[in-house]
């Protein structure tokens, strides 16, 4: 699955209106805590060092998803705010290239007003999660093309949301 990334509420907000369970890739920063880290674990959290290339992070990835587990990723990689526009990373067309696993977009609204970036208590607000159709990559897309090409399907449904 993957998804825009507003808050630090995007991964509950996603995995709650999820049918299955998720495994989520996280900053390695977040990873500091003994009790936050119980916690990330216990949710499914991968360790990933960003701006890197984490190689132990993805294979980790590729572990997970050949288990059948599912995958929740942010292609660009860091939370996103006023409609700011980054490109996405080629990790995810990485994985859905090599291992031909369907992505599912999906579409995360409202996050940002329940948990705004800087704040530590959550606000009551309105949020909504929309999905799409699965994308199936083919194998010989360069990963910077099927990266664009899913972002842009998560960008139509923000469109229609």
Known sequence: MASNHLSYADP????????????????????????????????????????SGDLSALREAIRRLRAGEGLLLFPQG????????LEPHSGIGFLAAKLGVPVIPACVIGTDKVLPR????????????????????DSKMPYENAASLIMEKIRQLQKFS
Do not use: D, H, Y
Not at 17 to 28: G, H, P, V, W
Not at 119 to 134: E, H, L, M, R, Y
């Open 12 to 51: 509950p907000a996603v995995g709650v209106n999820c049918k299955r369970r998720l495994n989520f890739m996280a900053k390695e920063e977040l990873f500091s805590k003994p009790l936050i880290v119980w916690w990330l674990n216990s949710v499914g959290c991968i360790p990933v060092k960003r701006n």
């Open 78 to 85: 860091t939370r996103i705010q006023g409609g700011r526009k």
């Open 118 to 137: 800087g704040t530590k208590f959550i606000k009551p607000a309105k949020v909504s999660v929309c999905f799409g159709k699965q994308i199936r990559i």
